[in-house]
């Protein structure tokens, strides 16, 4: 397999979107679609199925992808590791992280990183809804841990690092607390906490549907500007918010609870940093990261 073909197969792989994947290789749409047909007529079979709504791995592709990722990246990285190796990691590398289970995640990473790069240290800060990506782009942090989707044209955004199933946080007292699990469609019952405009829309609506999967309406509740704001609505009964499976552990609140929602998608969250600031020490991280296995 060629090198492209390598790339298009395990972007597309990870996006299950033609237009997101082309995007994420800054070639055309056309380029990705000739290139995994190329690749499958090489091999013989089809490694995604293709309908007017959607695309997905066949069995042979998830397995494909399955033994193809783990030995690209460990190529890409033993060749990062010898640019790096020549030009030296030294400094520091600023990061930034939204909500408590990232910032754990990210120290553990950070401890690996300094003791294989003891010249280079790491500062840790954390990021609120508000910010955005502000803060990377005002020169605060040199990298942050984003979460999926992401697809800002200025920013370089990593492969998935970790993956969180959705809660809904609702109101102690309301009707669907006393539901064990809940599905989008149980939106509709329920105001939903908004977040602030600073985040792109195409990631709200992703994870803050305005409708429900028949099309009923999700009423919109008050705006919040940081995380503790939102669960401070949701316990006084403004509204509920969509959540991860991580909230109960490190924002236990008395009047909020926490339900699963079965048909939600992962919230999953990987490194990003802009076009123009990748340097020897990011890069670094990234990788170390990439070895890391979160302790969730």
């Given at each position: 397999?060629?090198?492209?073909?390598?790339?298009?197969?395990?972007?597309?792989?990870?996006?299950?979107?033609?237009?997101?994947?082309?995007?994420?290789?800054?070639?055309?749409?056309?380029?990705?679609?000739?290139?995994?047909?190329?690749?499958?007529?090489?091999?013989?079979?089809?490694?995604?199925?293709?309908?007017?709504?959607?695309?997905?791995?066949?069995?042979?592709?998830?397995?494909?992808?399955?033994?193809?990722?783990?030995?690209?990246?460990?190529?890409?990285?033993?060749?990062?590791?010898?640019?790096?190796?020549?030009?030296?990691?030294?400094?520091?590398?600023?990061?930034?992280?939204?909500?408590?289970?990232?910032?754990?995640?990210?120290?553990?990473?950070?401890?690996?990183?300094?003791?294989?790069?003891?010249?280079?240290?790491?500062?840790?800060?954390?990021?609120?809804?508000?910010?955005?990506?502000?803060?990377?782009?005002?020169?605060?942090?040199?990298?942050?841990?984003?979460?999926?989707?992401?697809?800002?044209?200025?920013?370089?955004?990593?492969?998935?690092?970790?993956s969180e199933a959705k809660?809904?946080?609702?109101?102690?007292?309301?009707?669907?607390?006393?539901?064990?699990?809940?599905?989008?469609?149980?939106?509709?019952?329920?105001?939903?906490?908004?977040?602030?405009?600073?985040?792109?829309?195409y990631f709200d609506e992703?994870?803050?549907?305005?409708?429900?999967?028949?099309?009923?309406?999700?009423?919109?509740?008050?705006?919040?500007?940081?995380?503790?704001?939102?669960?401070?609505?949701?316990?006084?009964?403004?509204?509920?918010?969509?959540?991860?499976?991580?909230?109960?552990?490190?924002?236990?609140?008395?009047?909020?609870?926490?339900?699963?929602?079965?048909?939600?998608?992962?919230?999953?969250?990987?490194?990003?940093?802009?076009?123009?600031?990748?340097?020897?020490?990011?890069?670094?991280?990234?990788?170390?990261?990439?070895?890391?296995?979160?302790?969730?």
């Amino acid at each position: 397999m060629e090198r492209n073909e390598i790339e298009a197969f395990l972007t597309l792989s990870e996006e299950l979107h033609f237009g997101r994947a082309a995007e994420r290789l800054r070639v055309s749409t056309a380029h990705v679609s000739k290139t995994i047909k190329g690749l499958e007529r090489r091999v013989g079979v089809a490694l995604f199925e293709r309908t007017s709504r959607k695309v997905v791995l066949t069995p042979v592709g998830r397995r494909l992808c399955a033994e193809l990722r783990p030995a690209y990246e460990q190529v890409r990285r033993s060749v990062r590791n010898a640019e790096l190796a020549g030009r030296g990691v030294q400094g520091t590398v600023r990061v930034g992280y939204f909500g408590s289970a990232g910032g754990r995640y990210l120290l553990d990473v950070a401890e690996r990183f300094e003791a294989a790069h003891p010249a280079c240290t790491v500062r840790i800060t954390e990021l609120q809804l508000s910010d955005g990506a502000g803060r990377l782009r005002g020169g605060d942090v040199d990298t942050m841990l984003c979460g999926f989707p992401m697809r800002e044209p200025d920013m370089t955004i990593g492969p998935p690092l970790i993956s969180e199933a959705k809660m809904l946080a609702v109101p102690s007292g309301h009707a669907l607390a006393a539901r064990s699990t809940l599905t989008l469609e149980d939106l509709a019952e329920v105001a939903m906490i908004q977040n602030p405009p600073q985040l792109p829309t195409y990631f709200d609506e992703y994870h803050h549907p305005r409708q429900t999967p028949s099309g009923r309406p999700v009423p919109p509740g008050p705006t919040a500007a940081t995380f503790q704001e939102i669960l401070a609505l949701v316990g006084a009964g403004k509204g509920a918010y969509l959540t991860t499976e991580q909230a109960p552990r490190f924002y236990l609140r008395s009047d909020v609870t926490f339900i699963p929602v079965t048909d939600a998608p992962p919230l999953r969250f990987g490194l990003g940093w802009l076009d123009t600031g990748l340097t020897a020490r990011v890069q670094a991280f990234a990788d170390t990261a990439a070895d890391t296995t979160p302790r969730l």
